[in-house]
């Protein structure tokens, strides 16, 4: 795996991040924090690529953290915004139970947890 195939990833993940920016701006939460939890794993995947490392093919934000985290113990610092995105994944990807109210303020604070991750991996790479 090289920087090429990395760069691939944070292409497919930066569309993740501003198609989650626009479905805010609709009121479409439950799709913008979907969006977000998948631009943050392809960030890292990104990343793990780069390292030429194998991952399984899941969406387990914190587990894919774990796996950098024994490349670069630095990693930890992530894994709070990492669980934060993880459920999103699949949390409203189907019908519920229980109807769960989502609000802007939800959304950004998913958006700022994808940023920090996406600012600390470019971070990781261009060091």
């Known amino acids: 795996m090289t920087r090429k195939d990395a760069e691939k990833w944070f292409e497919i993940a930066d569309k993740d991040l501003a198609s989650a920016d626009i479905l805010v701006k609709r009121k479409l939460f439950e799709t913008s924090l979907f969006h977000c939890q998948q631009a943050a794993e392809k960030y890292i995947k990104g ?64 958006l700022k ?11 990781k790479i261009n060091a």
């Open 47 to 110: 990343f793990l690529t780069s390292r030429g490392k194998q991952f399984p093919k899941i969406h387990d934000i914190v587990y894919l953290v774990k796996i950098a985290e024994k490349e670069d113990n630095v990693f930890k610092e992530i894994l709070e915004d990492a669980a934060g995105l993880t459920d999103f994944a699949v949390m409203y990807r189907y019908p519920l139970d229980k109807k769960i109210i989502l609000t802007v303020s939800d959304c950004k604070r998913a």
């Open 113 to 123: 947890r994808v940023r920090a991750i996406k600012h600390f991996i470019l971070k």
